[in-house]
């Protein structure tokens, strides 16, 4: 045996890849397995490397970059006896190597585990559920299970993600979200629920729920769901869950072989070795789930059958794919580019790549109808849209791709890292990077999807057109790490495109010696961000190999030309609206004295905070100062608007802008909320900050803290125009674009919604739910808030003339009636008397509540005086059910006021909304101020036009610019929405 004999090197590999292989197992440490891994990529590199260089200087058929390769003279004589049988060999046991790595050499999720429960979890029962929770009702209905049947399982979880806005909130918050979830379901059916989150409870670690609760919810195309929901239907998780999470890998050994029959044994060796070592495709990802992988594999044989010209399969494959993941439909610019190069080679738009359009539509039908069964319809596909577009344009750790560059400050990323974590500072330098370079994240993106496709275009029938298209959606998409086994195109043709298909799988290597020295989750952003760049750079390095640009030089001066003109638009056209909302951040700060200022992460309290935090000053002392830099971008004169925070702990603080000064707003409360001060003209120099002094405390607070959630300043001239149909138009533009549903608003919502939908001709709109596709809910599981929501929600349908729910609801209804529920609430005796219920069914209902007060006079007596803080929940209940009273009984204005009682008598009415509407605009409540606008228009007392105008300008001065309102109640689910209801009610009554 010479020293350089084939029988020499494999056992050189094989020496090599066991060692390592013992090496990492003994030490049992991450970052041994890492750098395991790390050694197999920079093996296989060298070992194909070589081979190329060796077959350089020899005659070859193959149309490869291999011709390109100049190997010295010695390098043929130093690796003699090097034969492709000894590469085959070679690969073979490095790929052995990586079969056990990619299991963390038996350990996978830890202790031998095969199941991945966190994934299985979202797929399984998102899917099987979806019917009734959709897309964002999955983690309030699990709390909502846990809490009855297993609570201490939810004593680590602190925060929850709420998978309609995407931002954590409260585990109490996502109680009151969940609270009507069980009417979803039919009695069975929530016991079912309950069981399967029981099974995962007792299999999952202890204190799982706090990471599978805060993640990102179930993602699955209606195509996924009619799969998953079915499998799960037939096999039971406590019987078939390993046979279910073994589809996947049955769906890898699929792929790995259709790559060995299109393009040869050496390239699936190399699949296998890019799938097992690479830093994407870990077990820890996807491993033990479930379903995972039929979009790969469904990619995968389409780039084989398309390598084989069998275009009508390739079709249906890529349909496949592009059902389950949607990004796959990017690959279709390979045989797009090689049907326009053969129709422009023979003159006849006929070519075979028309058979993998009809392959396509045809398959894609088929999907669409097969599934619309399981998914209640087509109509499930736009939902998926809505919320996978909801889904994209939010921030995340784990993404890799080019967007990623442009998001991440690697250096401000490696000083959180080092420091507290804080979520709220971590988007707002997502926001800021994601705003500063969206123009030219949009000219590369264009610049490097022209050059993929000249790429294509400049080898349309060579399997190496597939490296350049491997990279589209890492350039058009923001995809998870995970997705990232869609590069294995750039691998597996690496005879053809030798380059970067080493390139890449070296690259692995550096990816996993960059794991080492970034460990996550501390450094995550860092390492993605530096894979990120990786990645451009190769890409970038291998669309410009090229030496005769200039056959193509009209395409990239149209490239040069719209990247130019993405950059240069937005930065020459004047903002239409000068409109800066500022979110304070300790990087806002200019000065501060007597104190300290951080900011504080208030998800715990509720959902009112923009962001989830606020800026807070812990004063020490009275006359403590806070000075803030704003975002004016000219001088002028600005409506200012300032959201402070309220707590028992915070005194009393004055603004002060040049020579203006704000009247002192006194912060105390027994609990925590939202007050806006806003001054309407304020002239703001090039000096643009605003200094907040203490002015001392009430007597029951504790400290002279204080803090600012957000500042937002208005350009004055932009305000001229404010009116009631302004402020209407803003609120009711909120409610298309955030319509009520059973987990945003619940039954209670989507009750006065449609009512105003009914009542005033308002609010119709594709972005509303078709009310007669709501769910049956069962009475005995309705709060009384959602029974009253239900009860004007079937009366506002049946005057909608919506009858195909009327027949299912009935039930419903019988139900809440047999519960004597009608007798403790009037507006729901009411609602429910017009539905046709009598008074002997439902029984003699107990005094309202402005009975009790038509008697006693408390509240009227206390509105007449200084009310202290601490009353504002019971003055603001009180207000609430009077209203609500007034409004179902009065049929909302429709109905005119019982002739004798509470409701007839003026002297009791007039002074009590006087004063419940100064109180209300004193403490700046928004829904109560409209509730009191609908109570004088329900019982028939006009408010003066001076009422009329003060309260329309309170609402002006209170709106977002959203058409949303600030937040008074920050424990609310949403603290908007109410008042946003309320408003459109109340605004919709004048003439």
Same mark, same amino acid.
């Given at each position: 045996?010479?020293? %350089?004999?084939?029988?020499?090197?494999?056992?050189?590999?094989?020496?090599?890849?066991?060692?390592?292989?013992?090496?990492?197992?003994?030490?049992?440490?991450?970052?041994?397995?890492?750098?395991?891994?790390?050694?197999?990529?920079?093996?296989?590199?060298?070992?194909?490397?070589?081979? +190329?260089?060796?077959?350089?200087?020899?005659?070859?058929?193959?149309?490869?970059?291999?011709?390109?390769?100049?190997?010295?003279?010695?390098?043929?004589?130093?690796?003699?006896?090097?034969?492709?049988?000894?590469?085959?060999?070679?690969?073979?046991?490095?790929?052995?190597?990586?079969?056990?790595?990619?299991?963390?050499?038996?350990?996978? =999720?830890?202790?031998?585990?095969?199941? %991945?429960?966190?994934?299985?979890?979202?797929?399984?029962?998102?899917?099987?559920?979806?019917?009734?929770? *959709?897309?964002?009702?999955?983690?309030?209905?699990?709390?909502?299970?846990?809490?009855?049947?297993?609570?201490? #399982?939810?004593?680590?979880?602190?925060?929850?993600?709420?998978?309609?806005?995407?931002?954590?909130?409260?585990?109490?918050?996502?109680?009151?979200?969940?609270?009507?979830?069980?009417?979803?379901?039919?009695?069975?059916?929530?016991?079912?629920?309950?069981?399967?989150?029981?099974?995962?409870?007792? =299999?999952?670690?202890? =204190?799982?729920?706090?990471?599978?609760?805060?993640? %990102?919810?179930?993602?699955?195309?209606?195509?996924?769901?009619?799969?998953?929901?079915?499998?799960?239907?037939?096999?039971?998780?406590?019987?078939?869950?390993?046979?279910?999470?073994?589809?996947?890998?049955?769906?890898?050994?699929?792929? *790995?072989?259709?790559? /060995?029959?299109?393009?040869?044994?050496?390239?699936?060796?190399?699949?296998?070795?890019?799938?097992?070592?690479?830093?994407?495709?870990?077990?820890?990802?996807?491993?033990?789930?479930?379903?995972?992988?039929?979009?790969?594999?469904?990619?995968?044989?389409?780039?084989?059958? #398309?390598?084989?010209?069998?275009?009508?399969?390739?079709?249906?494959?890529?349909?496949?794919?592009?059902?389950?993941?949607?990004?796959?439909?990017?690959?279709?610019?390979?045989?797009?580019?090689?049907?326009?190069?053969?129709?422009?080679?023979?003159?006849?738009?006929?070519?075979?790549?028309?058979?993998?359009?009809?392959?396509?539509?045809?398959?894609?039908?088929?999907?669409?109808?097969?599934?619309?069964?399981?998914?209640?319809?087509?109509?499930?596909?736009?939902?998926?849209?809505?919320?996978?577009?909801?889904?994209?344009?939010?921030?995340?750790?784990?993404?890799?791709?080019?967007?990623?560059?442009?998001?991440?400050?690697?250096?401000?990323?490696?000083?959180?890292?080092? #420091?507290?974590?804080?979520?709220?500072?971590?988007?707002?330098?997502?926001?800021?990077?994601?705003?500063?370079?969206?123009?030219?994240?949009?000219?590369?993106?264009?610049?490097?999807?022209?050059?993929?496709?000249?790429?294509?275009?400049?080898?349309?029938?060579?399997?190496?057109?597939? @490296?350049?298209?491997?990279?589209?959606?890492?350039?058009?998409?923001?995809?998870?790490?995970?997705?990232?086994?869609?590069?294995?195109?750039?691998?597996?043709?690496?005879?053809?495109?030798?380059?970067?298909?080493?390139?890449?799988?070296?690259?692995?290597?550096?990816?996993?010696?960059?794991?080492?020295?970034?460990?996550?989750?501390?450094?995550?952003?860092?390492?993605?961000?530096?894979?990120?760049?990786?990645?451009?750079?190769?890409?970038?390095?291998?669309?410009?190999?090229?030496?005769?640009?200039?056959?193509?030089?009209?395409?990239?001066?149209?490239?040069?030309?719209?990247?130019?003109?993405?950059?240069?638009?937005?930065?020459?056209?004047?903002?239409?609206?000068? &409109?800066?909302?500022? &979110?304070?951040?300790?990087?806002?700060?200019?000065?501060?004295?007597?104190?300290? /200022?951080?900011?504080?992460?208030?998800?715990?309290?509720?959902?009112?905070?923009?962001?989830?935090?606020? +800026?807070?000053?812990?004063?020490?002392?009275?006359?403590?100062?806070?000075?803030?830099?704003?975002?004016? &971008?000219?001088? *002028?004169?600005?409506?200012?608007?300032?959201?402070?925070?309220?707590?028992?702990?915070?005194?009393?603080?004055?603004?002060?802008?040049?020579?203006?000064?704000?009247?002192?707003?006194?912060?105390?409360?027994?609990?925590?909320?939202?007050?806006?001060?806003?001054?309407?003209?304020?002239? $703001?120099?090039?000096?643009?900050?605003?200094?907040?002094?203490?002015?001392?405390?009430?007597?029951?607070?504790?400290?002279?803290?204080?803090?600012?959630?957000?500042?937002?300043?208005?350009?004055?001239?932009?305000?001229?125009?404010?009116?009631?149909?302004?402020?209407?138009?803003?609120?009711?533009?909120?409610?298309?674009?955030?319509? /009520?549903?059973?987990?945003?608003?619940?039954?209670?919502?989507?009750?006065?919604?449609?009512?105003?939908?009914?009542?005033?001709?308002? +609010?119709?709109?594709?972005? $509303?739910?078709?009310?007669?596709?709501?769910?049956?809910?069962?009475?005995?599981?309705?709060?009384?808030? @959602?029974?009253?929501?239900?009860?004007?929600?079937?009366?506002?349908?049946?005057?909608?003339?919506?009858?195909?729910?009327?027949?299912?609801?009935?039930?419903?209804?019988?139900?809440?009636?047999?519960?004597?529920?009608?007798?403790?609430?009037?507006?729901?005796?009411?609602?429910?008397?017009?539905?046709?219920?009598?008074?002997?069914?439902?029984?003699?209902?107990?005094?309202?509540?402005?009975?009790?007060?038509?008697?006693?006079?408390?509240?009227?007596?206390?509105?007449?005086?200084?009310?202290?803080?601490?009353?504002?929940?019971?003055?603001?209940?009180?207000?609430?059910?009077?209203?609500?009273?007034?409004?179902?009984?009065?049929?909302?204005?429709?109905?005119?006021?019982?002739?004798?009682?509470?409701?007839?008598?003026?002297? $009791?009415?007039?002074?009590?909304?006087?004063?419940?509407?100064?109180?209300?605009?004193?403490?700046?409540?928004?829904?109560?101020?409209?509730?009191?606008?609908?109570? @004088? %228009?329900?019982?028939?007392?006009?408010?003066?036009?001076?009422?009329?105008?003060? /309260?329309?300008? $309170?609402?002006?001065?209170?709106? &977002?610019?959203?058409?949303?309102?600030?937040?008074?109640?920050?424990?609310?689910?949403?603290?908007?929405?109410?008042?946003?209801?309320?408003?459109?009610?109340?605004?919709?009554?004048?003439?």
């Amino acid at each position: 045996m010479t020293p %350089h004999s084939p029988r020499t090197l494999i056992i050189v590999v094989a020496t090599t890849v066991v060692i390592g292989a013992v090496a990492a197992v003994t030490t049992a440490t991450p970052a041994m397995g890492m750098a395991y891994r790390a050694l197999l990529c920079f093996l296989t590199t060298a070992v194909c490397s070589a081979s +190329l260089l060796v077959r350089s200087g020899e005659p070859s058929n193959e149309n490869s970059e291999t011709a390109m390769v100049k190997a010295p003279s010695w390098v043929p004589t130093l690796l003699r006896g090097w034969e492709r049988r000894t590469v085959k060999i070679c690969l073979a046991i490095i790929a052995v190597g990586g079969l056990a790595s990619y299991s963390d050499f038996g350990r996978m =999720h830890g202790g031998g585990r095969f199941i %991945h429960y966190h994934e299985f979890y979202h797929y399984s029962m998102g899917s099987k559920y979806f019917p009734e929770l *959709g897309y964002d009702g999955l983690y309030a209905a699990t709390v909502q299970a846990l809490s009855e049947d297993r609570p201490q #399982s939810l004593e680590s979880v602190a925060q929850v993600k709420n998978l309609t806005t995407y931002q954590l909130e409260a585990l109490n918050v996502t109680r009151q979200r969940a609270s009507d979830v069980a009417s979803v379901f039919g009695a069975e059916r929530w016991q079912e629920f309950k069981t399967d989150i029981r099974y995962f409870d007792q =299999h999952m670690p202890p =204190h799982s729920w706090r990471a599978v609760l805060i993640d %990102h919810g179930f993602n699955g195309t209606p195509f996924w769901i009619a799969i998953g929901g079915t499998l799960v239907e037939w096999f039971p998780l406590e019987r078939w869950i390993t046979l279910l999470a073994s589809i996947d890998i049955v769906l890898l050994i699929a792929a *790995g072989l259709l790559v /060995a029959w299109a393009f040869g044994f050496e390239a699936a060796l190399f699949f296998a070795i890019f799938l097992l070592t690479s830093v994407f495709t870990t077990f820890g990802f996807t491993g033990g789930a479930f379903l995972r992988q039929l979009w790969f594999v469904g990619l995968i044989g389409f780039v084989c059958l #398309s390598q084989q010209k069998r275009w009508l399969l390739a079709g249906v494959a890529l349909a496949i794919a592009t059902a389950d993941r949607v990004f796959p439909i990017l690959f279709a610019l390979v045989p797009a580019v090689q049907w326009l190069c053969a129709v422009r080679e023979t003159r006849s738009w006929k070519q075979p790549q028309l058979r993998f359009v009809a392959g396509f539509v045809v398959a894609a039908l088929l999907i669409v109808g097969s599934c619309a069964t399981k998914t209640g319809g087509v109509e499930a596909w736009p939902r998926f849209y809505a919320n996978i577009s909801a889904h994209s344009d939010w921030f995340y750790l784990n993404q890799v791709s080019l967007r990623s560059v442009t998001v991440i400050d690697p250096l401000a990323a490696m000083e959180r890292a080092d #420091s507290r974590w804080d979520d709220s500072l971590w988007i707002r330098e997502r926001q800021s990077m994601a705003s500063k370079y969206a123009p030219l994240l949009v000219a590369f993106r264009v610049l490097l999807f022209l050059m993929i496709a000249v790429s294509v275009w400049r080898e349309p029938r060579r399997g190496g057109s597939w @490296a350049a298209a491997a990279f589209l959606p890492f350039v058009l998409l923001y995809p998870a790490n995970y997705y990232y086994g869609f590069l294995v195109l750039a691998v597996i043709g690496w005879r053809l495109k030798p380059r970067i298909a080493l390139f890449m799988l070296g690259w692995q290597g550096v990816f996993w010696l960059l794991n080492i020295g970034l460990p996550s989750p501390q450094q995550l952003e860092v390492l993605n961000w530096t894979i990120s760049v990786l990645l451009g750079a190769l890409l970038i390095r291998h669309l410009s190999q090229y030496d005769r640009l200039d056959r193509n030089w009209y395409i990239y001066g149209v490239a040069v030309l719209v990247c130019m003109v993405s950059i240069l638009i937005p930065a020459v056209t004047p903002s239409a609206t000068r &409109d800066n909302a500022l &979110d304070l951040s300790t990087n806002d700060v200019a000065t501060v004295s007597s104190g300290t /200022a951080n900011n504080e992460a208030m998800t715990e309290w509720g959902t009112a905070w923009s962001l989830n935090d606020h +800026l807070v000053c812990k004063a020490v002392s009275n006359g403590a100062t806070l000075t803030v830099r704003t975002p004016v &971008d000219a001088p *002028g004169r600005y409506q200012v608007r300032i959201d402070y925070t309220t707590a028992p702990v915070f005194g009393i603080v004055h603004a002060r802008i040049g020579t203006y000064q704000t009247e002192p707003v006194n912060l105390f409360s027994p609990r925590l909320g939202i007050r806006t001060v806003v001054a309407d003209s304020v002239e $703001f120099g090039d000096d643009a900050q605003i200094q907040f002094t203490v002015n001392g405390k009430h007597p029951a607070s504790t400290h002279y803290h204080f803090a600012i959630d957000r500042i937002t300043l208005t350009a004055v001239a932009e305000l001229a125009d404010i009116s009631a149909n302004t402020v209407l138009n803003g609120a009711m533009t909120w409610l298309w674009e955030h319509p /009520a549903t059973i987990f945003d608003g619940g039954w209670a919502s989507l009750g006065l919604e449609a009512t105003l939908v009914q009542r005033f001709n308002l +609010l119709r709109g594709d972005a $509303f739910l078709d009310y007669a596709d709501l769910p049956t809910p069962r009475g005995e599981a309705l709060t009384p808030a @959602a029974q009253l929501g239900f009860a004007r929600l079937v009366e506002a349908t049946r005057r909608l003339r919506l009858d195909e729910p009327q027949a299912a609801w009935k039930e419903t209804l019988e139900t809440i009636v047999a519960s004597g529920a009608a007798r403790e609430s009037l507006p729901l005796f009411a609602h429910l008397t017009r539905l046709g219920w009598s008074a002997d069914q439902m029984g003699t209902p107990v005094p309202g509540v402005i009975d009790r007060e038509y008697r006693s006079r408390e509240l009227l007596g206390a509105l007449a005086g200084q009310l202290d803080p601490r009353s504002d929940e019971a003055v603001r209940a009180a207000l609430t059910s009077i209203a609500d009273e007034v409004l179902a009984v009065t049929d909302y204005g429709r109905v005119a006021p019982p002739i004798t009682g509470a409701m007839s008598n003026m002297g $009791f009415l007039r002074p009590l909304v006087d004063r419940a509407l100064s109180w209300g605009i004193q403490r700046r409540d928004v829904a109560i101020v409209s509730r009191m606008f609908a109570v @004088a %228009h329900c019982v028939k007392k006009p408010l003066s036009p001076a009422q009329i105008d003060e /309260a329309v300008r $309170f609402l002006a001065r209170q709106q &977002d610019r959203d058409g949303s309102f600030g937040a008074v109640q920050a424990r609310a689910t949403n603290p908007r929405r109410d008042a946003v209801l309320m408003t459109v009610l109340a605004l919709s009554m004048l003439d």
